[in-house]
């Protein structure tokens, strides 16, 4: 088992502004970690760094306790999955396979029965004659984490190795991947993607990383902590917007009063919202951000706070649920999960209700006020 630690850990190219600024994380032994962001936020980078592909500007790369920062890729004990599946054309899929064991000098009769159990495992076993340019990408994909799988590392590292996959394929390679890993529990994972679905399916802890001139402002990491935590307790606004399909409403206003039971705010169109969260700094006039996800908005009365009456722009139907985009106060419309019996249809207005206990308060500076509930 090999923990992974990463102290102050940077990376700057020539003369730029920093790709990954003041990154301190631990990745306990057997955990499944997800490195997501949003595209350029450096989280290939990262991950390049602890396999040894990318240099250390700058901090202190562990893994297993072992300082690695000037180790080669050899040296580290990690083995990598591509996007791209990285395979050889001329070799057969059991030779592709071990290609890294024979590299390593282990002997023909061990590397065929590592290749054999492996590929049983993930149901390839049928193709290890073949070459790969006769399978399929799902199955391409396999041969790729099965290379990983039999040389039996310390560390599995995961470059979006999902995303030249069609849907159906993401999910049930998801599901393999995700079932590996509890096998393979003895060893960590870390895994890059793009897809939030991924990240919170998959994650025991997420990594959600800044981009742009966040990374030199803040640092690179947004937030650290498991799915469930980014999800409830957002630090920012820039978190509660990343996490969560559709992204979470959005409203502007102005704080006109405070009491018990939270906040009360006065959006730009005259709308009265309360927020159960704790006021922290925040004074009669504070501009704030009301947030709330659209799974939470309910169908509601006509009148009465934390209520909108507004226009249906558009209905999307998924048939376990319904979403209704609401025209709101700026272009960006106030979007609402409704069931999937909902008959709801575009052009009429819709009375929704926004619960005090779910909603989220940010600051000024996007900061988030802590919620009293929930």
């Not at 500007?57 to 080669?72: H, M, P, Q, W, Y």
């Not at 996007?83 to 890294?100: E, I």
Request: charged content about 20%; proline content about 5%.
């Amino acid at each position: 088992m090999a923990s992974v630690s990463l102290q102050n850990v940077c990376k700057v190219f020539d003369n730029n502004p920093p790709t990954i600024n003041d990154v301190s994380l631990e990745i306990a032994d057997g955990e499944f970690c997800v490195f997501v962001g949003p595209s350029g936020c450096g989280k290939s980078t990262l991950l390049r760094m602890i396999a040894g592909l990318e240099t250390v500007t700058s901090g202190e790369l562990f893994i297993g306790g072992k300082r690695v920062n000037d180790l080669a890729p050899s040296e580290r004990d990690v083995a990598m999955v591509f996007q791209n599946y990285a395979l050889y054309p001329h070799l057969t899929v059991a030779q592709n396979m071990g290609f890294g064991l024979r590299l390593a000098g282990v002997s023909r009769d061990e590397i065929k029965q590592r290749v054999g159990g492996i590929a049983s495992m993930l149901q390839i076993e049928r193709f290890l004659d073949s070459r790969p340019r006769v399978l399929s990408g799902g199955q391409r994909q396999r041969v790729a984490i099965g290379r990983a799988l039999v040389r039996e590392p310390e560390v599995f590292l995961f470059d979006e190795p999902l995303s030249n996959l069609d849907a159906s394929l993401r999910t049930q390679m998801r599901v393999e991947i995700a079932r590996l890993h509890r096998q393979y529990a003895k060893a960590s994972a870390i895994y890059v993607t793009h897809d939030q679905v991924e990240a919170m399916t998959l994650a025991d802890k997420i990594v959600l990383l800044h981009s742009g001139a966040e990374v030199a402002k803040y640092g690179s990491v947004a937030q650290i902590g498991s799915p469930l935590d980014l999800y409830e307790h957002p630090r920012n606004r820039f978190v509660a917007g990343f996490i969560g399909s559709p992204k979470m409403n959005f409203i502007a206003g102005r704080v006109t009063a405070i009491n018990n039971g939270g906040v009360e705010v006065t959006t730009t169109d005259g709308h009265v919202l309360r927020a159960a969260v704790n006021p922290g700094a925040l004074t009669v006039g504070s501009d704030v951000t009301f947030g709330i996800r659209p799974e939470h908005v309910e169908p509601g009365q006509a009148d009465g706070a934390n209520v909108f009456v507004r226009e249906v722009q558009w209905v999307e139907r998924l048939g376990e649920s319904t979403y209704a985009y609401l025209r709101g106060d700026t272009a960006v419309p106030l979007i609402a999960r409704l069931p999937a019996s909902s008959r709801v249809s575009t052009g009429e207005h819709l009375a929704v209700y926004a619960p005090a206990h779910c909603a989220h308060l940010f600051d000024a500076d996007g900061i988030a006020l802590q919620r009293l509930v929930g």
